[in-house]
């Protein structure tokens, strides 16, 4: 791994991190059961990401958190939906929902971008392969979103 990529993953494997409790937390939380079932596979798909991603590093023995904003953000605004979830379980926060992802999917497309081109192809194959199951999530979250309200 070089020093782009150890930086990229500096920044998002927290960002990503955050997510797993948070998902957990609201989908035991939020009222539609479909809701429930897509933040559950959220959860799912960040802890595989982040389990695949740490073994990389840990295998490159390389690591690198230089305090990202995008950890920042993912971390106020997580923290800020656990405690309108415990006062408040309905769908109304989900649209911030939908465009935080989005922003944590063009983290991750940009890293992928970055390893291909650095030929780190290990961190690329990580991300290519979970990089559909996240898409997946958000285009639902994003279509019940439509349903619900």
């Known amino acids: 791994m070089n020093i782009t990529t150890n930086t990229q993953l500096g920044q998002l ?3 990503a991190r955050e997510g797993i409790g948070f998902y957990e937390y609201a989908a035991k939380r939020i ?3 479909s809701l429930r079932v897509v933040f559950h596979s959220m959860s799912k798909v960040r802890y595989d990401l982040v389990k695949a991603l740490c073994a990389e590093v840990v295998t490159h023995h390389e690591f690198s958190d230089e305090g990202s ?3 920042g953000r993912t971390s106020r605004l997580y923290t800020r939906m656990r405690t309108q ?3 408040c379980p309905d769908t ?3 649209a911030e929902l939908i465009r935080h992802e989005a922003e ?3 983290a991750l497309h940009d890293s992928f971008e970055e390893a291909s081109d650095e030929r780190n ?3 690329a194959e990580i991300l290519r392969v ?3 199951r996240m898409h997946a999530c958000h285009d639902e979250l994003a279509r019940l979103q439509t349903h619900l309200f």
């Open 104 to 106: 944590l999917l063009e």
């Open 31 to 33: 009222g539609p059961v």
């Open 121 to 123: 192809q290990s961190v």
């Open 92 to 94: 109304r926060h989900v």
């Open 85 to 87: 979830l415990a006062r």
């Open 69 to 71: 904003s995008l950890h």
């Open 130 to 132: 979970h990089l559909p």
């Open 13 to 15: 494997l927290p960002a």
